[in-house]
């Protein structure tokens, strides 16, 4: 392995120069960890997750990562993480459809022990019938844990979205998890273009005494932390402390907007900000929005795109204004239930300008042509003949 | 280190509270405590909300007072009897999730090792029957498996005490829970022979009735870990409430216990034998 310094995180992330690869999205990730001077990684394996962890472990064995194993399963990998981060370490995990769920009562208590850690979810159909193939839903159960969730379109997005991660999730204003997700094979298989920071440059050591709630390593005080443990005082006082620290974990998850800001160049990207009909997507959809885009501007049609990139911390304000003028809005989506949908739904005023669909799921990919009827409709024309390609 | 954070700046002994200047000066900290001598020290653990008559209480408080190091010692709990005196200790303490005890402790111990190589962090997990060979069963034996270096300490109460009562795989075969209404179907699960097959370097079986005894346990278990891998201790501590023993007969029915299927046990291998016998014929090593 070439041998690493370590830089200014800002410089790594927005100035360092970059080497243009073509590479999958799996591969992008575990780029990504290679400059995250992470120590740690836990591994479970499940498809289409399976080719980051390995990827990773490979990045042990070349000396990177400090530490890897192996875990029993999902929870015992997410628990592990859990008390890896304690420790003091910088720990990095990724999972996929079922495995999140089978890990999920772990991750959703990451956020209230102020874990910063990143979790790769490379998503994959959850419900029977069994299939491997990339659906979003697992999403809809990250949203109300607490904790940052990005949705990735493409093998670049995953590889600056998950450097960025580690930076952002410990931040001390910030202090929780990020999920970087992305649709399992369609990116995590699939080649790209990725401009990447160089391999001989990594983020500065995780500084765990720089935090709200320190780690427990018999190195600090307090000596004796729970003296009056709020679960034995009294059924009020344990739920007023929950209370209380559940709106500051969601406070937290806030404060994250500013660095997704600065890192990530804000919470959405539009296209064609002037347009009539806005498509609204994330991740792979929003490819498959850029193209209805295309499309329809080869049909003289005003389209335009937001692409939402946080979708944990929502970015409600932006997505009003983006659309404030909008006749229509099409949410295109991954899973069967349409939880992006909802939520535009539920920040946008006259909210029935807003079109759920068209959704794909079960791992099938999701045609332009599809969007392209929504925005036929969107603006009252019949159409017979194929779209131009 | 452990020793500086419990120590107290110069001129703040006044502004401190009492408690905690007391455990400075008449505490464990920095000193190797005899059991013989609990009550004569001040203890790591003291208020708890635990049933009078608790026998885990009371193996919980032997415990504290025979850690080797207790300034440098994390424990982990799940949920349950114990953590309820677990977490009102002077020690730190991590609650998880249920069950996930030894996964927990994986990734802390390996954390705790990779930022501080050159010193000793001893980690132990304490948790009942459903936390560790039920609900954690998995997690439990991997932790085994894959030798991390830390103690495992089972407070077999044979019930889900904290729920209630119902069985677990723990309880005695035909014993009449709730959860169990015709009697429980299968037998004890054996624990021991469990972690001597998975891998565990030092094991101990043991009703609480002797306070030297236990203390001797858990030290070696802590140690043990510390140096060559997993260690385990299979503790009987009754649960008075659910199995209707008066407060005043708990130590007999230890004592009963012990004659019956409790009986002292310890097992080890080669390598920690030699290292014991070394280390105590010069005591005052034990520390580190």
Not at chain 1, 163 to 187: H, M, N, R
Not at chain 2, 75 to 89: D, F, H, K, W
């Amino acid at each position: 392995m070439p041998e690493q310094r370590v830089v200014d995180a800002d410089y790594l992330l927005l100035e360092a120069p970059r080497e243009r690869k073509f590479i999958t999205g799996a591969q992008a990730m575990a780029e990504a960890v290679k400059r995250a001077n992470v120590d740690i990684a836990i591994a479970y394996p499940i498809t289409p997750q399976s080719e980051v962890m390995h990827l990773v472990g490979d990045l042990w064995a070349q000396g990177y990562l400090k530490d890897y194993y192996r875990a029993e399963e999902e929870y015992g990998a997410m628990s592990a993480i859990a008390g890896a981060v304690r420790g003091g370490a910088r720990a990095f995990s990724a999972t996929s459809g079922p495995g999140l769920l089978r890990g999920i009562e772990a991750i959703a208590s990451w956020p209230g022990h102020r874990i910063p850690a990143v979790l790769g979810v490379l998503t994959r159909v959850v419900n029977a019938p069994l299939s491997i193939q990339p659906d979003n839903v697992e999403i809809a159960y990250l949203l109300n844990c607490g904790m940052v969730v990005l949705h990735a379109e493409n093998q670049q997005d995953v590889f600056d979205f998950t450097l960025a991660s580690f930076v952002i999730s410990e931040k001390v204003d910030v202090y929780i998890p990020v999920a970087v997700c992305t649709e399992g094979f369609f990116v995590t298989h699939a080649k790209g273009y990725v401009n990447m920071t160089p391999e001989d440059m990594k983020l500065p050591p995780r500084d765990p005494y720089k935090a709200p709630v320190p780690p427990t390593d018999c190195e600090i005080p307090p000596a004796r932390i729970q003296r009056d443990a709020p679960v034995q005082k009294s059924n009020f006082m344990s739920y007023l402390i929950h209370a209380v620290w559940q709106q500051e974990v969601w406070s937290s998850n806030i404060r994250a907007m500013k660095y997704i800001y600065k890192y990530l160049g804000g919470p959405i990207e539009v296209v064609n900000p002037d347009a009539e009909v806005f498509v609204v997507a994330s991740g792979c959809a929003a490819a498959q929005g850029r193209e209805a885009v295309r499309y329809a501007q080869m049909e003289g049609l005003n389209v335009g795109l937001v692409k939402v990139k946080s979708i944990r911390p929502f970015p409600e304000k932006e997505i009003r204004e983006a659309l404030s003028k909008a006749k229509a809005v099409i949410v295109p989506e991954h899973n069967i239930v349409g939880w992006l949908a909802r939520e535009v739904k539920a920040v946008l005023p006259n909210n029935d300008r807003v079109i759920g669909g068209p959704r794909v799921y079960g791992g099938m990919t999701l045609p332009v042509e599809l969007i392209m009827e929504k925005v036929y409709d969107a603006f009252g024309i019949k159409k017979q003949k194929k779209v131009v390609v | 280190m452990g020793l500086e954070y419990v120590r107290i700046s110069p001129g703040f002994e006044r502004y401190m509270p009492k408690d905690y200047v007391d455990l400075v000066k008449y505490g464990q900290f920095g000193r190797q405590m005899d059991v013989q001598q609990l009550g004569q020290f001040k203890e790591l653990v003291e208020e708890h909300p635990m049933c009078a008559g608790c026998f885990m209480a009371y193996f919980i408080r032997v415990f504290y007072a025979a850690l080797p190091n207790p300034e440098d010692t994390i424990v982990i709990g799940t949920a349950g009897c114990a953590r309820l005196a677990l977490s009102q200790a002077a020690v730190p303490f991590i609650y998880g999730n249920y069950g996930d005890t030894n996964a927990v402790a994986s990734g802390l111990k390996r954390a705790l090792t990779i930022r501080f190589p050159d010193k000793v962090k001893d980690v132990v997990v304490m948790a009942g029957d459903g936390g560790l060979i039920d609900i954690g069963f998995g997690m439990t034996m991997h932790s085994w498996f894959r030798r991390e270096k830390f103690t495992t300490i089972m407070v077999d109460n044979e019930v889900y005490g904290n729920t209630g009562g119902q069985e677990s795989g723990m309880s005695p075969k035909g014993v009449q829970l709730k959860m169990a209404p015709k009697g429980k179907q299968f037998d004890k699960i054996n624990a021991v022979e469990l972690a001597k097959v998975a891998g565990c370097v030092y094991v101990a079986k043991l009703a609480p009735t002797n306070p030297k005894r236990i203390a001797k346990t858990i030290r070696r278990a802590v140690l043990a870990a510390r140096h060559f891998g997993p260690t385990f201790i299979h503790a009987y501590t009754s649960c008075n409430i659910e199995y209707s023993i008066p407060t005043e007969k708990v130590l007999e029915d230890a004592r009963k216990r012990e004659k019956q299927d409790f009986g002292f046990y310890e097992w080890m291998t080669d390598e920690v034998k030699e290292y014991f016998e070394e280390l105590e014929r010069k005591p005052e090593e034990v520390r580190t």
